[in-house]
């Protein structure tokens, strides 16, 4: 089996419904990695271990989720000099703006490239652009789910097209 190049982490086992999905894309783009569950406020010490050996463990990007007072992005990236992906997850309050912010708002020096709330998916897709500027396998796969993305733009724009009438979008044409 490849050495793992994504490590995934999350704060807790509640984050899986939306980290999965960065698995899921990662998996669908052939990228080997790693999925694991480890709290930055109740396992302080193996968060600290497992991002502080990330380089020489193989990994190239790692991508952290959590919710609330998401610490888990800010922690990891401050034992790696790896690129980590923050993604905030939703909990029950706030409507995820706890987390959005407690990622986004990393003091300068060490950033945490942060997606939208619940937007795993997105960090699979920076981690393969990451990949993608070093090895051109993962250059052509990019390649090809932008040709993949745009073709579904070009059905979105031959549909509006139909319905670009001025009297269907409501517009009086004329006196
Ligand atoms: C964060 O607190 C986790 O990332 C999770 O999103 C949230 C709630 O965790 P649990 O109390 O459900 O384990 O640390």
């Known amino acids: 089996m490849s050495t793992p190049l994504v490590g995934i982490v999350m704060g807790s086992k509640t984050d899986l419904p939306v980290m999965e999905k960065a698995a899921k894309q990662l998996e669908e783009f052939g990228i080997a990695y790693t999925?694991?569950?480890m709290s930055a406020h109740r396992n302080p010490a193996e968060v600290s271990q497992w991002a502080s050996g990330a380089r020489e463990a193989g990994y190239k990007v790692l991508i952290a989720g959590a919710g609330r007072a998401a610490h888990l992005p800010g922690v990891?990236?401050?034992h790696s000099d790896l690129p980590v992906i923050g993604v905030p997850c939703l909990s029950d309050h706030l409507g995820g703006a706890d987390a959005l912010y407690s990622i986004v708002q990393m003091p300068p020096g060490v950033p945490?490239?942060?997606v939208g709330i619940d937007n795993a998916r997105n960090a699979a897709i920076l981690a393969l652009?990451?990949?993608a500027t070093a090895d051109e396998g993962h250059a052509?796969?990019?390649?090809?789910f932008r040709a993949e993305q745009a073709g579904k733009g070009?059905?979105?724009?031959?549909?509006?097209?139909e319905g670009a009438s001025p009297r269907?979008?409501?517009f009086q044409t004329g006196n």
């Open 35 to 37: 999925l694991d569950v």
């Open 76 to 78: 990891v990236a401050a």
């Open 112 to 114: 945490v490239a942060t």
């Open 129 to 131: 652009q990451i990949l």
């Open 140 to 144: 052509r796969t990019l390649a090809e």
């Open 154 to 161: 070009m059905e979105h724009r031959e549909w509006s097209a």
């Open 168 to 170: 269907k979008l409501g």
